[in-house]
């Protein structure tokens, strides 16, 4: 396809008004939130990046099924297609709804940790599912390639897992204390990095090895296999389909925030391979926390918008878009000089805010101080992944220290236009033009548990 002529595929049939509002509003504004963009209120904000979850714009075929919703408690029309929809997907024999992807953890791993400490190992656990893992009194250990944090380094699969590393953890661990190992396909906090088929056969043949059931946080798994497909010999020919399926044959459990590549507002799912026996346990806590196993938190319209948005997904004009929108952004701050992680990932661009302000020490977080520079500078709302994200040892209290200090761009899907990308990019030019005078952060209030979203902060006095 000539280049030139790209543009979104889809027009647009109802819009929602977003406003601008003044620098010097939004310095007010961004005091009273406590300096954490995360308490700022959506109507304040001109270009949302904050996530990519469940922000998507949805088709009118989703809403359409929508209005043909089967409502009922038990047994719901709506739950048998979306069943249909995600055993045609995964090839998988079991399947449960779940209101969101951390509704999936807090019922499928807890139950796979049946004694005192045990691991989960991923190649980088997303933040709920590492809380998921401590709550159920678990450990966390993340075992991703070295390569992941050079952010200049073209390495085609940044988010793969150090096979050599995975091997020696369950050695030194002891495999029967491995709870199980967790593909997080893209591989989200390194970047929306994918992870190749040929990796992941990999880590399938380890996990066999040791008996360790195989779990796949697969929240962009439809990204994850346009990048197999695009970038991995012997995969061009395939669909994203073939590609998902073959993926999904490795592992015994798919959990899924589907408000990513569900493209729904919000979802979530749980499948499991073919271990009645889980399933039944899953099924048997579902109710207490999420609700009836034919609902799992989800209204019936909820489960019509999933059934369609599953296949939506898969398609191919759309994931070419969806990549190329980011790669849009992405590259307009590249050649701008602006360091972000390359080659740039599935849902986000990532800024590397350590290299930004190296002025500013980890523990006042530079990424956060980026964040809010954008968005006094034009209403743009990104999200620090960094260390205050990472947060502190569960078990000494100490500060981690992120590898680097990410704050991420997230782009919903179908939501905004080039145009709106380009505000983006101009804005972070700017800031990055102007880094030497950001100043670090220091909490004012710092929450308990997953400090980053409800903390409030005061910019640290320069001298
Ligand atoms: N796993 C991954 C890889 C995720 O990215 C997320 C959510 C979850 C699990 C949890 O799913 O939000 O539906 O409960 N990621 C969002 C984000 C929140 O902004 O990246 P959830």
């Given at each position: 396809m000539n280049k030139k002529y790209v543009a979104e595929p889809y027009r647009i049939k109802m819009v929602e008004p977003i406003f601008e509002t003044t620098r010097e509003q939004r310095i007010e504004l961004l005091k009273n939130a406590g300096y954490n963009p995360f308490s700022l209120r959506s109507e304040d904000v001109y270009v949302d990046l904050l996530t990519d979850s469940g922000t998507g714009a949805m088709s009118q075929e989703q809403w359409a099924h929508m209005m043909t919703a089967d409502e009922a408690y038990a047994g719901s029309k709506s739950f048998y297609k979306l069943d249909g929809v995600v055993k045609h997907i995964t090839g998988y024999k079991y399947f449960i709804p779940a209101h969101q992807g951390r509704g999936a953890e807090q019922i499928v791993l807890p139950q796979l940790v049946t004694k005192k400490g045990m691991y989960f190992i991923s190649n980088i656990h997303f933040d709920t599912t590492r809380a998921h893992v401590e709550l159920a009194g678990a450990r966390a250990i993340d075992c991703v390639i070295e390569e992941c944090f050079q952010i200049d380094l073209d390495h085609p699969f940044k988010g793969n897992f150090d096979l050599k590393k995975l091997d020696e953890i369950i050695i030194e661990k002891g495999?029967?204390?491995?709870a199980g190992i967790i593909m997080t396909i893209t591989n989200n906090s390194a970047g929306g990095q994918p992870v190749s088929f040929e990796n992941m056969v990999e880590v399938q043949k380890i996990s066999k090895k040791y008996g360790i059931t195989l779990l796949i946080d697969g929240a962009r798994y439809a990204e994850n296999a346009f990048f197999i497909k695009e970038r991995e010999k012997g995969f061009s020919d395939k669909s994203i389909l073939d590609i998902a399926r073959m993926t999904f044959d490795l592992a015994d459990i798919f959990m899924m925030s589907a408000k990513k590549d569900g493209l729904v507002n919000m979802g979530g799912i749980i499948a499991i391979k073919d271990n009645e026996h889980l399933f039944k346990l899953c099924q048997t806590y579902i109710v207490?926390?999420?609700?009836?196993p034919t609902y799992g938190g989800l209204s019936g319209r909820d489960m019509e918008a999933l059934a369609q948005g599953l296949m939506e997904a898969l398609d191919m004009r759309f994931l070419t878009h969806r990549i190329d929108q980011i790669r849009y952004l992405g590259d307009m701050l590249k050649e701008a000089g602006v360091p972000i992680q390359y080659p740039i990932g599935g849902h986000a661009v990532f800024v590397d805010c350590g290299k930004i302000a190296p002025h500013i020490p980890y523990d006042q977080y530079p990424a956060l101080s980026v964040t809010n520079a954008l968005y006094i500078e034009a209403g743009v709302r990104g999200v620090e992944i960094g260390s205050l994200l990472l947060g502190r040892d569960p078990d000494t209290h100490v500060n981690l220290k992120s590898p680097i200090e990410f704050m991420r761009l997230t782009i919903p899907r179908r939501l905004y236009t080039y145009q709106h990308l380009d505000v983006v990019g101009k804005a972070m030019i700017e800031v990055f033009k102007h880094r030497d005078q950001l100043t670090g952060y220091e909490f004012s209030y710092e929450s308990p548990m997953l400090r980053h979203f409800t903390s409030t902060f005061k910019p640290v006095k320069k001298g």
């Open positions: 495999k029967e204390n491995i207490p926390y999420e609700g009836f």
